[in-house]
């Protein structure tokens, strides 16, 4: 149980372009799921906290105009890029569970160009 | 766990060796512990937990021992195998607080 499923798993686009990623929970409800962003060689840094139905928790110096963030059911959460640089190029990564411990989708490898 | 980010540190064994992975935490709020693997390209793949009333828990061949005083988590892995080879994660949380990843180790297994 608690799969949490990530799509896509890569995208490469043009810079300036908005690029969307979803984090869907497959067989639980979460009502809170986490996105995390992670460089190469580094360790997992929260951005921010997706909370159904309201708005998200952003990390200190996380931009929330920047990196938006929709969690419209229980089983569904995006990450907005807008307007993607070069400079935000990274690996994303969501989790959730219904319980401890927190589950990882299996990332989303962005590299904007 | 104390995510410095900067450098990755590595623990080479040989297959069939024993490893040990060690982390550091710095809140002495926290009181459950995860550990996670991370193959490349994926995400984090829970290993074993335990919780601050504990100091000792097995898994099937993975260890996990909490030193509490020192703030200081272990992970054991036993018969290491080629399979095992990835970044491990030790992850610290307070309450209801957020979970904190700590810098990462990557273990290499040799045939």
């Known amino acids: 149980g608690a799969v949490v499923s990530q799509h896509p798993s890569w995208v490469i686009c043009k810079s300036g372009t908005s690029v969307k990623i979803e984090c869907r929970s497959l067989?639980?409800?979460?009502?809170?799921m986490f996105w995390y962003r992670q460089f190469p060689k580094q360790s997992l840094m929260l951005m921010a906290t997706?909370?159904?139905?309201?708005?998200?928790?952003?990390e200190q110096g996380v931009e929330k105009d920047k990196f938006l963030i929709n969690h419209a059911s229980l089983t569904l959460s995006t990450l907005t890029v807008t307007s993607a640089h070069p400079e935000d190029s990274s690996f994303y990564i969501c989790?959730?569970?219904?319980?401890?411990?927190?589950?990882f989708g299996d990332g989303t490898r962005l590299s904007i160009l | 766990g104390e995510s410095v980010g900067l450098h990755l540190p590595t623990l080479s064994v040989q297959e069939g060796d024993n490893s040990i992975i060690n982390c550091a935490y710095s809140?002495?709020?926290?009181?459950?512990f995860i550990w996670y693997k991370q193959e490349s390209g994926k995400g984090p793949q829970f290993i074993i937990d335990?919780?601050?009333?504990?100091d000792k828990r097995q898994g099937q061949r993975v260890t996990v021992l909490l030193n509490k005083t020192v703030k200081h988590l272990s992970l054991q892995i036993a018969a290491t195998q080629p399979g095992d080879s990835a970044v491990y994660f030790c992850?610290?949380?307070?309450?209801?607080?957020?979970?904190?990843f700590g810098t990462g180790t990557r273990l290499l297994v040799s045939p």
């Open positions: 989790s959730a569970s219904p319980d401890q411990p927190q589950h």
């Open positions: 067989d639980f409800q979460a009502t809170t």
């Open positions: 997706s909370n159904e139905g309201s708005k998200a928790t952003y």
């Open positions: 809140n002495s709020a926290s009181d459950y």
């Open positions: 335990i919780r601050s009333n504990m």
């Open positions: 992850a610290d949380k307070p309450g209801f607080q957020k979970l904190v």
